[in-house]
Each structure stands twice: as C-alpha cells, then as structure tokens.
C-alpha cells in the first residue's frame, strides 16, 4: 500500500499522475522552525517527520512524505493565509530571485528504511507592478502556497525565469525523484 502523508490537494493531485493507487492521511508533525535553522534542513526534517508520524498505523506501507520551504536571502517564508500578508510577500519579492526547497522522503514503514531528496527551484519574479500583484491575487487567491502564487496556474506570468531539474516541485512533490525513491522500493514506475 502506498500512503501520501499530506493533506495537500496539491501533491495528491501530483501523486495520481503516476496512475498507482495510494491513500492520503494527514500526517501529525509540529512544522515549527527551530531556532538557527537553515532552510534545507528544515524542509528535509518535516518531510522525514511527516512520513515517519505514519510508520505506527501503516507498518506494511511505503509512506511519502513531503515539504516545501520558501527562502528569500535565506529567510523562510510561509504560506501568506491572508491577501494582505500574500501582497506583502509578493511586493517583497519581486524583482528578486527565490529559492524553493521541496523536501521528500520515502519510508518503507516494514524496514525502516527511507529514501530522502530535496529539490532546489530558483525562481526570479519579474519587477512586478502593485496594480499587477493586485490583479493576480484577485484572480488566483494563492493564499495556501508558499510564496503567495501557483506557477501551475496563472502564477508563471509572475516569472522572469525558472530554474529547476524537477518542474513538479515547484508545485510541491518532485515527482522525477519519487519515482526513483518508489523504483528502490519494488514499485513499478511505469
């Protein structure tokens, strides 16, 4: 049994791609920051975290866990919740480049043994307008996504240039890197 320890329709979306059949449990991990810590360390320890919550009620599955941190000059920023806060983050941003860091990691809950990547996406924002960030807020009400935009979605025309080695990530699951992890494992993909 393969389970997706997220809660996000988002990745759910991403995983059904791959045409194999998996559950989707909300996972139990405190995803505070901790004091000091770096962005990709971050992101690397929920995504282990939010897989291994799952280990005790699915001991014969391979269990996914993922995460997505936000950096801008190595300060993490949240999902924005409000327009205020996603125009505030989205005026902050332009112009400038972005770092995406999206966590993943594979367990196999019966060996305990886990297959773990992050992906790095760089995104330069163009030198946004305020009448521009206002519009396309409006329009998409990115206010669950990191970043405050959905590059899946009217939030490429945000861009300037996107650099990644997995678009998919960008969106919240590295599917070029899950299916590696899933291949380790015995699942066939394709």
Known sequence: MLVLGSTSKYRADLLARLGLPFDT??????ETPREGEKPRDLVLRLAKNKAASLKKDHPQSI???SDQVCSLK???LGKPGTVECAVKQLRTMRGQSIVFYTGLSVLN?????TRDFIDETVVLLRDLS??????YISAEMPLDCAGSFMVEKLGISLFDRVESNDPT???GLPLI??????RHFGIRVP
């Open 25 to 30: 449990v909300g996972p139990d991990c405190d």
């Open 63 to 65: 269990i996914i866990g």
């Open 74 to 76: 190595g300060q993490v």
């Open 109 to 113: 809950a019966a060996s305990g043994e």
């Open 130 to 135: 305020d009448a521009e960030i206002d519009r």
């Open 169 to 171: 990530a960008l969106i």
């Open 177 to 182: 890197a899950l299916c590696k992890g899933l």
